[in-house]
DNA sequence: CCAATATGACTGACTGGTCAGTCATATTGG
DNA sequence: CCAATATGACTGACCAGTCAGTCATATTGG
């Protein structure tokens, strides 16, 4: 019973195939994030990506296997990206952050991006060299391009004096917040916030908290 | 079935065994912390609690009921202390929020109390009851503290005006961060930050930013 | 052009190990 | 001596991983 077939529906001919690896590895995004790792059914993944569980050994070696491709395959692509972007950029610092920002905040409010990290959060003790991995292909470098930002910034006397590494999290960490805080509570939030604009005043209190033009003391 | 009680512990006699209930929960979040609630093994739990399996049906009803007590007595007990002295403060607002920072960093650098959270956030969807109670327990209600707190320095004059609910998020975001990336990377992060380092940078950017001395528009 | 034959992607019932929860028995202490 | 408390061997459900078999398609040769 039962054949798959995506044949009939054709996009042009008849590609006999879509990209199945790409389905499992989405099915099993799905249910690792609403079930955990350890509770995922792979089962429940095969069905999902409306294949056999036998065809998930076709493609991947084992449930671990799985986890790990999904971890790797989402290094956010944007990072090279912004990298490029941050290596070309000339003028002043500021215009550059808000682009990051709404960045950021796309990433934050994409359930899909977010879940991995959440997930290898939840896991990190089980997958040490996964979090090895996450930590240097994304973790350090999208703190160290921030870092590289801000010290820019100080250095052209447009920010004051800070420890670069640090503004560089002081950057982040609110987005992370938004992440974690809708993912656990969404459904039962009263009074949520409206993500633009809570971006809109963290990057407003933090520029002005980096601003030069303070006579602060310190 | 199953009843448990604490009854007797007196703390009189010779108890041969402290509380085991809280022994039993002592193991578990240690258990439940090194391979996540699927994963842990009731058998583990009770090795670690000097007891045999069965005792542990003694004290609770179930593996998710150990996970559920301690989440519930997990909740920050200085919550209630801090909003004790929230609502007993007088003078200008920055020094109360430095307090809190101090607070925070002590609880961001505590494994014991990061756990909790950390495991809920993995396991938010499996068990939305506990969401919901750490919600409105801990999450509403320091976000709410701190809302309060910040609307205060606003109507004062001492800060400039900005959604206190955003401020509030502003003003922990960075810990939350600092607890999570200690969590999953302290054992490979070349380049550590020094936590009272970056508290004391966090606070500076947050207050300089908040501050009403500036002229800037907006 | 159309059998006959070959291929291998895909299937899903099955197995073997694991572990939450039980309960008959043992221990303890009042 | 008998509750109350504690034990740990046991059981049944569950699930990752296997593998013998199927069938749609491709290839061959008549």
């Given amino acids: 019973m039962a054949q798959h077939q995506e044949s009939g529906q054709g996009v042009g001919k008849k590609p006999p195939r879509g990209d199945k690896a790409q389905d499992i590895l989405d099915a099993a995004r799905a249910e690792f994030l609403a079930r955990g790792y350890a509770a995922a059914r792979l089962d429940d993944i095969a ?20 986890f790990q491709s999904l ?14 972007m941050a290596e070309a950029w000339d003028g002043p610092i500021t215009p550059l952050l ?3 920002a709404s960045v950021a905040l796309g990433v934050a ?3 899909k ?7 290898l959060l939840a896991e990190a003790k089980t997958f040490p060299d996964l979090a090895r991995f996450y930590y240097r292909e994304v973790a350090r470098r999208g703190i160290g391009l921030l870092t590289k930002i ?7 006397g447009e920010f004051r004096t800070v420890e670069p590494l640090h503004a560089a999290r002081l950057v982040i960490a609110p987005f992370l917040l938004h992440a974690m805080w809708q993912s656990m509570f969404v459904e039962f939030d009263d009074n949520p916030v409206d993500p633009a604009a809570y971006a809109k005043t963290h990057l407003d209190v933090l520029l ?11």
Same sequence: chains 1, 2.
């Fill in 47 to 66: 069905a999902r990506a409306g294949v056999a569980k036998g065809t998930l050994y076709l493609y991947f070696q084992s449930k671990e296997d799985i």
């Fill in 71 to 84: 971890v790797r395959t989402a290094i956010v692509p944007n990072l090279a990206q912004l990298e490029t």
């Fill in 98 to 100: 808000e682009r990051f």
């Fill in 109 to 111: 409010g994409n359930d």
């Fill in 113 to 119: 991006l977010v879940a991995i990290p959440r997930l």
């Fill in 150 to 156: 801000i010290a820019k910034g100080v250095a052209s």
């Fill in 208 to 218: 002005n908290g980096l601003r030069a033009d303070t006579g602060s003391s310190e």
